[in-house]
């Protein structure tokens, strides 16, 4: 029997944008909403902020966006209540203390909070120096500490999150397996395609492997394909650059022979990555090779449904032997679909919300 009847999420970003709600919670919508919940949504970035707030300029716009987000939450404040649980992903207001968060934990019977990537830490690399001192990074800890259910997308966060909260409960980003369909038919009779999909922030990652391409280019003939960052060059190798769009994403990620997941060993942001890119690349079949780093060795089992690498002569090394053998691809592709569809699937990881939800109430 479900025992929640009406939910809000109140989120930074508008519907469908942005990874961190739309391959996590969002996609479970439907399925609370078939058990009976009444689902409703509360983005501070409305669709016209969403359009401006990641270009440069337009200082005007977001700071009118910004303002206006600021009054939708003022306005919440009077409905908080008529609701069961409130789901609170990463935080309510992007700047100063966490005020507003104080508010809705005390205006609401019961408060989820979603907590995607280390977005506390004090310095992370690839962000805006000036913001960084301006955004609240005591936010995501104060609401860890008031929530009545944390949700946690890896080991790590789970384990920073138990400092402050006993209910904590480790989800992972997960894939909609009706929608990302594998059509690879893993053959040699055309350029091989190396794929990697991310965005202009993280595109520097890709370029931890810039001689790990110029040394397998002397080997075998292969394309880099790029989607999401379309000013992405590398020096030496054939690239491709496709924008990222919502509505072609799985077909542009179905171009892909081999997925390519690098990350950097020195940086703690990293530990709070969910291995979403090489979910994304296994749920089509595509064979994945990753840095053995985070938690992507939960993603991953290393030689069976893709493969976990410590340094450049394990990249090279690994992508040749994919390259080279149809079936090994084929063979690795295969496991990696099933890893997703029975661990990481929307399917299969819907009743652990649920059971959250309906816990909160009983």
Same mark, same amino acid.
């Given at each position: 029997m479900n025992l929640v009847r009406k939910i809000l999420f109140v989120v930074p970003y508008p519907i469908d944008k942005a990874p961190s709600q739309r391959l996590k919670f969002e996609q479970y919508y439907s399925y609370f909403q078939k058990a009976g919940?009444?689902?409703? +949504?509360?983005?501070?970035?409305?669709?016209?902020?969403?359009?401006?707030?990641?270009?440069?300029?337009?200082?005007?716009?977001?700071?009118? +966006?910004?303002?206006?987000?600021?009054?939708?939450?003022?306005?919440?404040?009077?409905?908080?209540?008529?609701?069961?649980?409130? +789901?609170?992903?990463?935080?309510?207001?992007?700047?100063?203390?966490?005020?507003?968060?104080?508010?809705?934990?005390?205006?609401?019977?019961?408060?989820?909070?979603d907590i995607d990537d280390l977005v506390?830490?004090?310095?992370?690399?690839?962000?805006?120096?000036?913001?960084?001192?301006?955004?609240?990074?005591?936010?995501?800890?104060? #609401? #860890?500490k008031n929530a009545d259910h944390v949700i946690a997308c890896t080991p790590y966060l789970e384990k920073i999150a138990k400092k402050y909260n006993d209910n904590v409960t480790d989800i992972s980003s997960t894939i909609n397996t009706d929608i990302y369909l594998p059509t690879n038919k893993y053959e040699n009779n055309h350029k091989l395609v190396i794929g990697w999909s991310g965005s202009h922030s993280t595109s520097r990652y890709l370029t931890l492997l810039k001689d790990v391409f110029l040394e397998l280019r002397n080997s075998i003939c292969f394309k880099l394909l790029v989607i999401g960052d379309i000013n992405f060059t590398m020096e030496g190798i054939e690239v491709e650059t496709i924008p990222w769009n919502k509505d072609t994403e799985v077909i542009e990620l179905q171009k892909i022979d081999i997925g390519v997941y690098p990350l950097p060993?020195?940086?703690?942001?990293?530990?709070?990555?969910?291995?979403?890119?090489?979910?994304?690349?296994?749920?089509?079949?595509?064979?994945?090779?990753?840095?053995?780093?985070?938690?992507?060795?939960?993603?991953?089992e290393n030689g069976i449904d893709g493969y976990l690498v410590n340094n450049h002569n394990e990249w090279v090394s690994i992508i040749l032997k994919l390259c080279r053998s149809t079936s090994l691809r084929r063979e690795v592709g295969? #496991?990696?679909?099933?890893?997703?569809?029975?661990?990481?699937?929307?399917?299969?990881?819907?009743?652990? +919300?649920?059971?959250i939800l309906n816990g909160l109430v009983a």
């Open positions: 919940i009444n689902v409703e +949504y509360s983005s501070f970035i409305n669709e016209e902020m969403w359009e401006v707030v990641y270009t440069k300029g337009n200082y005007f716009k977001k700071v009118f +966006y910004t303002l206006k987000g600021y009054l939708i939450r003022i306005k919440l404040l009077k409905s908080i209540s008529n609701y069961d649980i409130v +789901y609170v992903h990463l935080w309510c207001t992007p700047f100063g203390p966490p005020f507003f968060e104080w508010l809705i934990t005390k205006f609401s019977k019961k408060v989820v909070y506390f830490l004090k310095n992370i690399k690839h962000e805006n120096t000036i913001l960084s001192y301006l955004k609240g990074k005591n936010k995501p800890l104060f #609401m #860890m060993i020195d940086e703690e942001w990293i530990l709070g990555k969910s291995g979403l890119k090489a979910l994304q690349y296994m749920a089509l079949g595509i064979p994945t090779i990753a840095t053995n780093i985070g938690c992507n060795d939960r993603v991953i295969i #496991m990696a679909r099933k890893k997703v569809e029975t661990q990481f699937s929307v399917d299969a990881n819907a009743n652990i +919300y649920l059971k």
